[in-house]
């Protein structure tokens, strides 16, 4: 009988399961940063987004895409666990980070305070 939080998929121990940075790309404009992380083969219940002072934190796993009776005989079907770190500048709000997670796509959206947005300032005539 397979346990998956010892064994995955049957045949691999958690200490052999490896730990990635998954591949994210950081977009800026006026309004917001956005965060967004590929993780294909993840489920909301395996993943989680935590923000603690200024670090935002990304952690989770995913599940084997195998069993025993479907090995992976090349390429990334396998279990692993994986973080990565952010650090959110203080011109970020962070009551109103959200995060979405479709496709295997995560997205993390991180909406700029009103005081950190461009302004223009109205100029009076002093005559």
Do not use: W
């Not at 998956?4 to 998929?9: C, G, H, K, N």
């Amino acid at each position: 009988m397979s346990n998956e939080i010892t064994s995955p998929t049957g045949t691999e121990p958690v200490a052999d399961r490896p730990v990635v940075s998954p591949a994210v790309d950081v977009y800026e404009n006026q309004e917001e940063l956005l965060i967004v992380a590929d993780l294909p083969g993840v489920t909301t219940d395996s993943l989680s987004v935590d923000l603690e002072e200024d670090r935002l934190t990304i952690v989770g796993r995913r599940k084997a895409l195998c069993t025993e009776d479907t090995p992976v005989l090349m390429g990334g079907g396998r279990a692993f666990d994986f973080k990565r770190v952010f650090t959110v500048p203080d011109a970020i709000d962070a009551d109103k980070i959200s995060a979405e997670l479709k496709s295997g796509v995560l997205q993390l959206h991180l909406p700029r305070h009103e005081r950190a947005k461009p302004r223009r300032i109205a100029i009076r005539s002093a005559s």
